[in-house]
């Protein structure tokens, strides 16, 4: 296996991760998200905790996701690639904040809450606003800086150097701004992140996101647009060190006597 595709392989693997970790740790959060009195009930603390220790899976997986790329798509434009890089690390950061927001919710249940709490009104505040930091760290990292990371600058970076079909890029030059778009009306109070009319907005970044995945992993970079940019990077070393002129091609130097 060359290591072009041993690259998109793993890049690819990470990529499947994010999908792997995050869905179903929305579906385990609902009893948190949904109840707003779950800081004074019984609890399902497994399943939160679980649903926590996938989304710092979600969180490693979209930074490995960057560092993995990198070497890759410096070679097409290293200020994009960097841009890229810290595009999926504010995002990490964002859900593991939203990460932190939860928990807390499950420490002060088993600590002062549950039904014997003294204060059951200042308990359920409480939760409520921890529950929606942890909504605003959605709305910020993978609504927003998914859109325009993974949307703008991956799919930007992807399509203009062809190492993926430039008719997959589309899905997320396309639906990366749609998607912050949708993100901003809800930043405005448009509609809310659970509205259908969110989902439809999403649905090219998630369908890019997906496809890029799966063809990491079935098919790998296009080793053409590989080839080009290699050539593309000795080219430019010769050029540095005075050894090649594109004009005049490369040039012998001089040998010592």
Not at 14 to 24: D, E, G
Not at 26 to 37: A, E, K, M, S
Not at 189 to 192: I, K, L, M, Q
């Given at each position: 296996m060359s290591p072009s595709r041993q690259t998109a392989l793993?890049?690819?693997?990470?990529?499947?991760?994010?999908?792997?970790?995050?869905?179903?740790?929305?579906?385990?959060?609902?009893?948190?998200?949904?109840?707003?009195?779950?800081?004074?009930?019984?609890g399902h603390d497994t399943q939160i905790q679980l649903a926590a220790f996938l989304e710092v899976i979600l969180a490693l997986s979209g930074i490995a996701t960057a560092v993995v790329f990198y070497p890759v798509l410096k070679?097409?434009?290293?200020?994009?690639?960097?841009?890229?890089?810290?595009?999926?690390?504010v995002e990490s950061v964002m859900i593991l904040v939203g990460v932190i927001a939860v928990l807390s919710v499950v420490t002060l249940r088993q600590d002062v809450g549950g039904a014997g709490a003294t204060d059951p009104a200042t308990l359920e505040i409480a939760g409520r606003s921890l529950i929606a930091v942890k909504d605003w760290t959605f709305l910020f990292g993978p609504a927003f800086c998914a859109g325009f990371g993974n949307g703008v600058l991956l799919g930007y970076l992807m399509y203009r150097s062809g190492l993926l079909p430039r008719r997959l890029a589309l899905f997320g030059l396309i639906g990366g701004p749609i998607s912050a778009a949708g993100a901003t009306a809800v930043l405005f109070?448009?509609?809310?992140q659970t509205d259908a009319i969110q989902l439809v907005?999403?649905?090219?970044?998630?369908?890019?996101?997906?496809?890029?995945?799966?063809?990491?992993?079935?098919?790998?970079?296009n080793q053409t647009a590989i080839t080009a940019a290699y050539d593309r990077d000795v080219q430019a070393e010769r050029q540095r060190q005075g050894e090649y002129d594109p004009d005049r091609g490369p040039e012998l130097k001089p040998q010592r006597t």
């Open positions: 793993i890049a690819g693997i990470w990529f499947a991760l994010t999908f792997i970790a995050s869905i179903p740790a929305l579906i385990l959060y609902d009893p948190v998200l949904n109840d707003t009195q779950y800081i004074l009930s019984a070679r097409q434009n290293q200020a994009v690639a960097l841009g890229y890089v810290g595009s999926r690390t109070g448009a509609w809310d907005l999403t649905l090219g970044e998630i369908v890019w996101e997906a496809g890029l995945s799966i063809w990491l992993i079935v098919k790998g970079f």
